[in-house]
Structure formats: structure tokens, C-alpha cells
């Protein structure tokens, strides 16, 4: 959000180049040109189909706030006094849109001004790229976002340029209000309400990941005044918003919303960016599983043998169905890597990547001490769930094994990537990113701490 304070754009660049506009509107998008609305009220557009893109979406949230801001706050919707600018950023020489020192300091970047009551975006190398990159929900959801801040100006989180109450709204909360605004406007979109966007379900995977990618770098603490959050807590406002509506994003305060981003506790931990070798987080992870899933299971009346954990298994074939880079395997009673397989998710992702899909293995061997169902729908979403609420336990100050600093974030990236950590012992699996996610945000936030276990 830009702030008469501090002028920085909202969230991070994004990088990369757009092609050529006749490639971008279509079928990557799934709107055809006659479905865009015409871009004439916005301010310094070219009047091509990027700006028409734009404001499109901007057509429908406008849309979508003249019915939820009533039902939501009791008072009619106010359009932005200040309009919408479309900047050029490809322009060294063009004129700086407002609440700007220059163009090209807002490359790749869209922002809210509130003294101005208006909303920019750059049309050289933040649209197109994000819809290239992304697809139509990321312009929907960057929009939506900045929208949203338009929304706290209007009930008072914010006024003049400054948080009204920033013990109680600290940038953290005010960007994770906006990114739930955002959800609960997409879910209208994928609803079928809005008169020109769509949106299938099955395309939030790809605007999660666009939302990430504006995550705070890693280290980065939630007390930092520009902060907007890691990828769990951005992920998690906008699925609240989608889930529950802009009513719960309106409640959002420091009070009764914990963020997980923090900086790194050591220089070790910061040299190595948070990560372990993966023979070290197998020896680390080995025995915190253990020792965690040993007193969940005691506190159900329930003794057990823990799985060991056995790396670099050829491929092991131990069930009905492959279960991805790790595997459970009932008869050993053990989580087996495979090949190279978790090795490269470990390198591609970081440790936690790996982490994640060893506690959702685990996790099997759990059900299966309780003699629960290894395969099934609800297998699939008790395993992400334990995982979940065994890496929520790792929050906790007083862990000895604790997360990292930029851990969650690369357990959002593996399992809106990879479908492996939600596979049960017949290879079935979760197919949507948002779903498994969402389970295991169940975990890790406590909303079912037994995870329908007990």
C-alpha cells in the first residue's frame, strides 16, 4: 500500500518480460476481446487490450463492492475520487503517475494512493507479466488487493495516508486484510457472479502462486513496518477471505491474527538461508516426528512403534499405488525415500519442501497405528492436517527443533507445486493446490487439533 509516509508500491516487483499484447489476451486468459470493457476512464492508458484487461477487472470489483460494501458495513460503496492510472514504465521519459517520483519506480509493481484515492498499475511489465506468468486471476487478485486498501480507507483502518490505530493495525495486519478483500472477491468471480471475468476453481492454484511470489524476503520480521507477510500468512488471509466473505477480513487486527514470518534467530541459521542438508533434517526430523506423534497418540490412549525413517531407497514399491518422493510402507513399518526424487524437491525448494512431504509419510504411519484407513479422501486430508499441526508445533519458542525463518513458505511452494505430499498408500491424491493447503493450514492453526482423529 503506498502511504503518504513511506511512498513504496505494494509488494514486490515481478520479474520478467511481457510479449507481444496479441499473446497475452486470449486463451491464456480465457477472455476473449470482446469481453474486455472499454479503458477510456482510466487515466494515461494507451487504450490497448492490457488496459482493457485492467479494466475489466477493475469494472467487476467495483461491481462486487457496490454489494458486499452495504451488506458488510452498512453504507453505500464510494468510487474512488481519484480515479485509475495506467503507467508505462517501458517510458523512461513519461510522465510519473501520481503518488510517484518517476515512472520506472514503479516498474513491475500496482499500489494504492490514498491521498489521492486512487489506484495505479504498470502496463509495461506488471500485467502482461503477471498474466503471461500467471493467468487472469493474478491481475483479478493484484487489483482486488489494492482495492482492498481503498476499502480500509473508506471504514476507517486507515485515513490521511496513516493508520488510524497502529497497535492494533501494523502494515502486516493491513496487507493481510487486503489480500483477504482479495479472496473473498475472487470467490464471487469463481461463483459466476461478476458480468465479465471467469474463473474456474481450478485455476486459483495459478494465483496463489502469483500472490507468493510478492512474499516478503525471507528473515524478513512481521514487526517490519513495510511488511505484507510470507507466503503461509498471504496464502491464509486470501483463503479466509474466499472461505468466509469480507465480513472476517474486516475484523482482522493484531489482536486476534498470528502471523508466522520472523527473522532468523542466529547468523548459522542465515548463512545456510534457513536450511539443513538433507541428511541432517532425516537425522532431526527422525526423532522430533517420533517424539511429537508419540505424545498425540498417548493422549489417545494409543501406544505405537514410530516408522523410521530410511533414505535413498531405489524404489520402493511397498503399496498399491507410487506415493511420490517419500513413501510409508505399512509391513516395514517405515517412510523410504525415493532415488533422487525427495533430494531434488530438498534443492529445488529448500529443506522444508522435503520436511513436509517426510510429516505427511509419517503422518500415514500414524493412521495406521490407529488402524485408520490408508487411502481415501479423508486419509489424504488427515495426513496434510497431522503434517499441518505437527509443523504448527515447531512455532513454538520453546521447540528445540523449530522452523526457519522462509520454512513455510517453501511448505506452500511444495504443495501448491507438488501433489505428492497429499498421496495416500493407492497413489490418490488431492488434485487442487488451494485444497491442500487449505488442509494443511487446518493443521498448523489448530482449527482441528486432532484432526478428526479423536
Request: glycine share 12%; with cysteine; aromatic share 8%.
Amino acid at each position: 500500500m503506498l502511504l503518504a509516509l513511506a511512498l513504496t508500491a505494494c509488494g514486490a516487483p515481478v520479474p520478467g518480460r511481457a510479449g507481444p499484447s496479441s499473446t497475452i489476451v486470449g486463451d491464456a486468459i480465457r477472455l476473449s476481446t470482446s469481453s474486455l470493457v472499454d479503458s477510456g476512464f482510466v487515466h494515461g492508458g494507451d487504450g490497448g487490450e492490457i488496459d482493457k484487461l485492467a479494466a475489466t477487472a477493475i469494472t467487476d470489483i467495483q461491481a462486487y463492492w457496490t454489494q458486499a460494501f452495504p451488506r458488510t458495513f452498512g453504507a453505500p460503496w464510494q468510487e474512488l475520487r481519484g480515479g485509475f492510472f495506467s503507467a508505462d514504465t517501458a517510458d523512461a521519459g513519461g510522465q510519473p503517475p501520481p503518488c510517484s517520483k518517476s515512472t520506472a519506480a514503479i516498474a513491475g509493481n500496482a499500489y494504492y494512493c490514498p491521498s489521492g484515492d486512487l489506484i495505479v498499475w504498470d502496463r509495461a511489465a506488471l500485467i502482461p507479466v503477471l498474466t503471461e506468468r500467471f493467468g487472469a486471476g493474478a491481475v483479478m487478485l493484484v487489483l482486488a488487493h489494492e482495492t482492498g486498501h481503498a476499502v480500509q480507507q473508506r471504514t476507517g483502518v486507515t485515513g490521511g495516508g496513516e493508520r488510524r490505530r497502529p497497535d492494533l493495525y501494523p502494515g502486516v495486519v493491513i496487507e493481510s486484510m487486503a489480500d483477504c478483500y482479495a479472496g473473498s472477491f475472487i470467490r464471487w468471480v469463481v461463483d459466476g457472479h461478476a458480468e465479465h471475468l471467469k474463473l474456474q476453481r481450478g485455476e486459483l492454484d495459478s494465483a496463489l502462486r502469483a500472490l507468493i511470489t510478492f512474499r516478503d524476503p525471507v528473515g524478513t520480521p512481521n514487526t517490519d513496518n513495510r511488511a505484507h507477510g510470507d507466503a503461509f500468512d498471504r496464502v491464509s488471509a486470501f483463503q479466509d477471505g474466499y472461505d468466509q466473505g469480507p465480513e472476517l477480513c474486516s475484523k482482522i487486527t493484531a489482536e486476534n491474527r498470528e502471523f508466522t514470518q520472523r527473522a532468523f534467530g542466529d547468523a548459522e541459521d542465515e548463512a545456510r538461508g534457513g536450511n539443513l542438508p538433507l541428511p541432517d533434517l532425516i537425522s532431526a526430523m527422525s526423532g522430533d516426528l517420533a517424539e511429537h506423534f508419540t505424545l498425540e497418540l498417548s493422549n489417545l490412549g494409543k501406544q505405537w512403534t514410530p516408522p523410521r525413517i530410511e533414505a535413498a531407497v531405489p524404489d520402493p514399491l511397498c503399496t498399491s499405488g507410487k506415493q511420490g518422493a517419500a513413501s510409508y510402507c505399512p509391513v516395514a513399518n517405515a517412510v523410504q525415500t525415493t532415488g533422487p526424487v525427495l533430494p531434488e524437491l530438498h534443492a529445488s525448494i529448500g529443506d522444508f519442501g522435503s520436511g513436509t512431504e517426510l510429516a505427511t509419510r509419517y503422518a500415514l504411519g500414524v493412521l495406521h497405528a490407529l488402524e485408520r484407513p490408508l487411502a481415501g479422501e479423508e486419509t489424504r486430508r488427515q495426513i496434510l492436517c497431522l503434517a499441518g499441526a505437527y509443523t504448527g508445533s515447531l512455532l513454538k519458542p520453546q521447540r528445540e527443533f523449530a522452523l526457519s525463518p522462509g520454512d513455510l513458505d517453501e511448505a506452500v511452494q511444495a504443495l501448491l507445486a507438488y501433489d505428492d505430499p497429499a498421496r495416500d498408500t493407492e497413489g490418490g491424491s488431492i488434485p487442487s493446490g488451494f485444497d491442500r493447503v487449505s488442509a494443511f493450514r487446518t493443521g498448523v492453526t489448530g482449527a482441528d487439533p486432532a484432526c478428526g482423529l479423536s
